[in-house]
């Protein structure tokens, strides 16, 4: 009777297994179908913003806030709609933001995942790792609340003297909320799951490997460095692309820490470009939602969200080579 | 097919629920979405029609926030029966719809409180705002030094609209290297940590900043009643179309009512 029940589950009945894959084979189809339909609506709706400015749509020119404005206050009638738009400082913001965040993340997860698989004692591992992943967790607006009630005002009152404040007063203003701060609060927010990849990686690596490298007389640094993180190379990459898509979506904490001006700082101000205050692309989309009504307005948002959509699914595609390389490896993404 | 009793009996029970809820359908349903200026307004004016003899169990409000600009939408699309809107019509808004004046809300310049600057002329906010006075020891009376900083709202804020008309006029723009905040609060609370801020907010949002005398008249309330405080702004409901029925009653009742009066003038400015 059992074998009958079982004999009957595997051919027949309302599951049976053609049916489950008609099903299944529908629900990816859905998705499939949602992802495409997705991206005409967004090319379609963003497409009048980038067809009025052309290529000058990711040039630099004029003040991004006023043409905002301007576009927000268009006539009524569609043929004087106002499109002018010189996206720059928001590209600019975007790439500064992710491209700090990912490389100091990178550098210090590299780091702190070598020490956890190899240095750091079992009983400090045990307290270790929970906190990583706790710290994985955390809600960017938690830190965004965080960097504005605490790091932002102490970095105003104590970091930016008043000269240096003056030297760039004609231009952009120097409160606290900048660049630096955005920088130092994303990586916080990055590196926990860049350290949670690297230290997977750097396990998976054979023993004998490594053992091989010891019993030859080598440190244990030097075993790490030269065998594990070089076999774990693809990892780390893996590790900065995924966070780097973390990174380049994030858009509450940085519109609350990273100054909101659309200003694109500049590194030819020394360090008083950490100070400089600017505006992701994902924080200029949450920022200015609410004129989405208007309609030359909600087609230049629709033209950020276009540029995201892009960004992120090159990054998709460079995330899957790099995990097709780390399976070259014998390594488990 | 057993299993999948629980579910049919589930949404049964949920399709007879909604019927019972809509049961006293005699009951007309005004629903509302838009400006978060305008909203707690409109809960307290809501409470009171419900509450009048000949609506009450007759009329109920849904009212939903949003913004401005939510608001006028909703109502174009014929999504809610009134928006609100804390900002005055735009030429880019949809056609057919109508703005019914409710009440009026006064717009106060801020700064730090460690900032306490005795009045500003029209033409002081002006240089300050358009960046033609960048450093505080230019403005008699301030107690800050060092460069001024703008924190002002982004350009979908009805707040920000008003500031524009109210203060700047047609012509002068809030100087681009402003920090624009997305919210009434992230506005306040980064104004809040910088002794150097000036910013614009609804009079309900200033608690905590320092309110500055505009033309040497405090923004208070008593002020923007009697019409000595320049600075006052326009509240709206907006209807597709001339208001029809309950929502014609409705706005009557918030600008001609007595007690609708009393409740306006709590916090804002009922219309003269």
Excluded at chain 2, 11 to 33: D, E, F, H, R, Y
Excluded at chain 2, 86 to 100: C, E, L, M, Q, Y
């Amino acid at each position: 009777m059992e074998a009958g029940g079982i004999a009957a589950r595997a051919t027949g009945g309302f599951w049976s297994d053609a049916k489950v894959e008609r099903i299944l084979g529908a629900v990816a189809c859905i998705v499939l179908a949602l992802i495409v339909g997705m991206i005409i609506f967004v090319f379609q709706k963003a497409w009048p913003s980038f067809a009025h400015n052309g290529l000058a749509w990711f040039g630099s020119g004029g003040d991004l806030d006023l043409q905002l404005e301007d576009i927000f206050a268009s006539p009524a009638n569609p043929a004087d709609y106002v499109y002018t738009l010189r996206a720059w400082p928001l590209l600019w913001g975007t790439f500064a933001v992710t491209a700090g965040a990912v490389l100091i993340g990178a550098v210090f997860s590299l780091l702190a995942a070598i020490f956890i698989v190899e240095f750091a004692p079992a009983r400090v591992n045990r307290v270790l790792e929970p906190v990583v992943r706790l710290l994985a967790a955390v809600p960017s607006v938690v830190y965004g609340l965080i960097g504005i009630l605490v790091i932002v005002p102490w970095v105003g009152e104590h970091l930016i003297s008043l000269e240096r404040e003056e030297s760039v007063a004609n231009v952009v203003q120097l409160s606290g909320a900048c660049l630096g701060v955005g920088v130092v609060i994303l990586t916080v927010m990055i590196v926990p799951i860049m350290i949670a990849i690297v230290v997977d990686a750097l396990r998976a690596v054979p023993r004998s490997w490594t053992e091989g490298a010891a019993a030859l007389g080598v440190n244990r640094w030097r075993v790490m460095w030269t065998i594990s993180v070089h076999t774990a190379r693809p990892a780390v990459v893996a590790a900065a692309v995924l966070s780097t898509a973390r990174a380049l979506g994030e858009a509450i904490m940085l519109s609350m820490v990273a100054g909101s001006a659309s200003f694109a700082p500049n590194p030819i101000d020394g360090l008083t470009f950490l100070f400089e205050p600017t505006r992701p692309l994902a924080s200029a989309l949450v920022e200015n939602v609410e004129g989405l009504s208007v309609v030359p307005f909600g087609e230049t948002l629709f033209a950020f969200a276009a540029v995201l959509l892009v960004s992120s699914m090159f990054l998709s595609l460079a995330g899957f080579a790099a995990k097709q390389s780390m399976r070259k490896y014998g390594v488990r993404p | 097919m057993n299993r999948n009793r629980p579910l049919a009996a589930a949404i049964a029970l949920a399709v007879a629920a909604s019927l019972a809820v809509a049961a006293p359908a005699s009951a007309a349903t005004i629903t509302m979405s838009g400006s978060t200026s305008v909203a707690p307004l409109t809960t307290k004016l809501a409470k009171a029609f419900v509450n009048q003899p000949q609506y009450k169990g007759k009329v109920k409000f849904v009212i939903l926030q949003g913004g401005s600009d939510i608001g006028i939408t909703d109502v174009s699309r014929g999504r809610v029966t009134l928006g609100m809107s804390s900002r005055d019509p735009k030429p880019a808004d949809p056609g057919g719809i109508v703005f019914n004046k409710v009440a009026r809300d006064a717009v106060c310049v801020v700064t730090n409180s460690s900032n306490p600057i005795a009045t500003l002329s029209q033409t002081q906010i002006q240089d300050i705002f358009s960046g033609r006075v960048r450093s505080w020891s230019q403005v008699p009376g301030a107690n800050a030094s060092g460069p001024i900083d703008l924190v002002v709202r982004t350009a979908a804020s009805g707040t920000q609209d008003a500031f524009q008309n109210i203060f700047m006029g047609l012509t002068l723009r809030v100087a681009g290297s402003a920090t624009t905040k997305a919210s009434n609060g992230l506005q306040a609370q980064t104004i809040k940590s910088d002794p150097n801020a000036i910013g614009y907010a609804s009079f309900s949002f200033t608690a905590g900043l320092h309110v500055v005398p505009y033309q040497g008249v405090p923004c208070t309330l008593r002020n923007a009643k009697s019409g000595q405080y320049a600075g006052t702004r326009n509240f709206y409901f907006v209807s597709r179309g001339a208001a029809k029925g309950v929502a014609k009653e409705f706005i009557n009742f918030a600008r001609n009512n007595p007690t609708a009066k009393r409740l306006v003038a709590s916090d804002w400015v009922p219309l003269s």
